[in-house]
C-alpha cells in the first residue's frame, strides 16, 4: 500500500482556541509562545484512499504554528519546525510529504525542506491552479457567461500560483489584468506571456481597485496574512476565486454583495471511501486542492518533488488535471463564506445583479 502524509497548521489563534478551550483565558502572545515550543505529532490517520489503480493511507501532521506566526518568527525556526514535522511523516513511512496552507510558501517554498527529508515533498500547487481555474470557468458557467468572452484579473500574479493562473487564463480570455505588489516583477511576468500569447491584452497595477473595476472574474491568490479584498472593489456580477489562505476577500463581502459569487478555490471531491478521521472544515469526502495533490501522486507512485520552489510549470498543472481524473478525483460542489452554492443561491445571485444593473 502507498503512503502519504499532509502537514496542517492552525490558520489562526482561533483554530487553536478551538481545539483547547481553555487557552482562551490567557493572552494571545503567551498562547503563540507555547505553541511554538510544541513538537509536531500526528493529527490523524487516513484510511480507505482508493482508485481503480491503488490504494493509499496516510497521516495529517499537524504543525502548531499559526500563518502570523510564522510570517514573525525567524524563518530558519519555522523551516527547522517543518522539517521536524516532514522526520514525523518519515518514521510514519510515508514516501511523500504535502506542505499545507503557508508551510508551502515559507523560504523557499519547500526546496530547503525537500533537501532535508528523505522522501519526496510537493506543495500542491500545480493541482491548485488547475482546479482553482476549472472553478472559475465551471462558476461563470453558472452565472450564464464564458470566460472566453469575460475579463480576467490575477490578484498576486506575483507568486507562483498566480503567474500559472495568468497562463492558463491566456489560453482563453482575450483581456488579462495582472495585479501584485511590485510593478517591475508584474511586467516580467506580462513580456513572458506576451511571448506566448501575442494577442491577449495584458496589462499590470499595482492598484487593486483598479485593477479589478472591470474584472468579470477575478482568481486571487496572495499570500497576505489580511484581507484584501472588499465590498467596494468587485465588480456587479463578477465571480471571484480564493484560494488563498487566509483568505484575501473580507467577509464583509458577503454581507454587502449579494450581486457577486465568491467561490473557495480548490475545493475536490476525493473517492468515496476515503476516512480522513479529522474535521477540518469541509463536508466528508472533500480536500482542498494541495491535500489532493499529494493524494494522486501517492497513488500513481510518483514519488518525487512535483511541485516545489516558486516556479510552477504548466504542463505539471495539465499533467496533475490527467492524473486526478484517472483516480477520480473531481471538482466538489461549490462553497461561498462556508455556505453551499446551490441553484437556489446561484438564482439569488443573478436576481441581485439584474437588480443592480437596473440601478444603475
Known amino acids: 500500500m502507498e503512503k502519504f502524509a499532509f502537514l496542517i497548521h492552525p ?50 501532521i499537524g504543525l502548531p504554528l499559526t500563518t502570523r506566526m510564522m510570517t514573525v518568527l525567524p524563518e530558519k525556526k519555522v523551516i527547522d519546525k517543518i522539517i521536524e514535522a516532514g522526520k514525523v511523516a518519515e518514521k510514519k513511512g510515508a514516501k511523500i510529504l504535502g506542505l499545507g496552507a503557508h508551510t508551502s510558501v515559507v523560504g523557499d517554498a519547500g526546496v530547503t525542506i525537500a533537501e532535508n527529508l528523505n522522501i519526496a515533498v510537493t506543495t500542491g500547487n500545480s493541482y491548485t491552479v488547475a482546479a482553482a481555474y476549472e472553478a472559475t470557468k465551471d462558476a461563470l458557467r453558472l452565472l450564464g457567461r464564458k470566460i472566453e468572452d469575460s475579463e480576467v484579473t490575477i490578484v498576486g500574479a506575483n507568486g507562483s500560483i498566480g503567474r500559472v ?16 505588489t511590485n510593478l517591475d516583477k508584474l511586467e516580467g511576468v506580462k513580456d513572458n506571456l506576451k511571448k506566448k500569447y501575442e494577442e491577449v491584452d495584458i496589462e499590470c497595477t499595482i492598484d487593486l481597485r483598479k ?13 497576505s496574512i489580511e484581507e484584501i479584498i472588499y465590498p467596494e472593489d468587485i465588480k456587479s456580477g463578477a465571480v471571484v476565486c480564493d484560494v488563498a489562505r487566509p483568505r484575501d476577500v473580507s467577509k464583509r463581502v458577503k454581507d454587502m454583495r449579494n450581486d457577486v459569487l465568491v467561490i473557495e478555490g480548490g475545493v475536490i471531491q476525493v473517492p468515496e471511501e476515503v476516512e480522513f478521521n479529522f474535521n477540518f472544515g469541509f463536508p466528508p469526502k472533500q480536500a482542498y486542492a494541495c491535500m489532493a ?54 438564482d439569488e445571485v443573478l436576481m441581485n445583479m439584474r437588480l443592480a444593473q437596473e440601478v444603475k
Not at 166 to 180: F, I, P, Q, W, Y
Request: some cysteine; charged content about 30%; hydrophobic content about 40%.
Open 11 to 60: 490558520i489562526g489563534i482561533d483554530d487553536i482556541y478551538r481545539k483547547y478551550k481553555g487557552l482562551k483565558l490567557l493572552p494571545e502572545t503567551f498562547v503563540e509562545r507555547l505553541a511554538s515550543r510544541i513538537s509536531p505529532s500526528e493529527v490523524s490517520h487516513i484510511t480507505n484512499l482508493c482508485s481503480p489503480y491503488n490504494q493509499a493511507e496516510g497521516w495529517f
Open 211 to 223: 485593477g479589478m473595476r472591470n474584472a468579470d472574474a477575478v482568481i486571487t491568490v496572495t499570500s
Open 293 to 346: 495533490e499529494t493524494m494522486i501522486l501517492a497513488l500513481e507512485k510518483r514519488y518525487d518533488n512535483f511541485s516545489l520552489g516558486r516556479d510552477i510549470h504548466i504542463e505539471k498543472v495539465d499533467e496533475i488535471n490527467k492524473l486526478a481524473k484517472k483516480h477520480g478525483f473531481k471538482l466538489a460542489g461549490f462553497r461561498s463564506f462556508e455556505r453551499v452554492v446551490n441553484e437556489e443561491y446561484i
Open 165 to 180: 493562473c495568468a497562463e492558463l487564463a491566456c489560453r482563453d480570455s482575450k483581456k488579462l489584468t495582472l495585479v501584485g
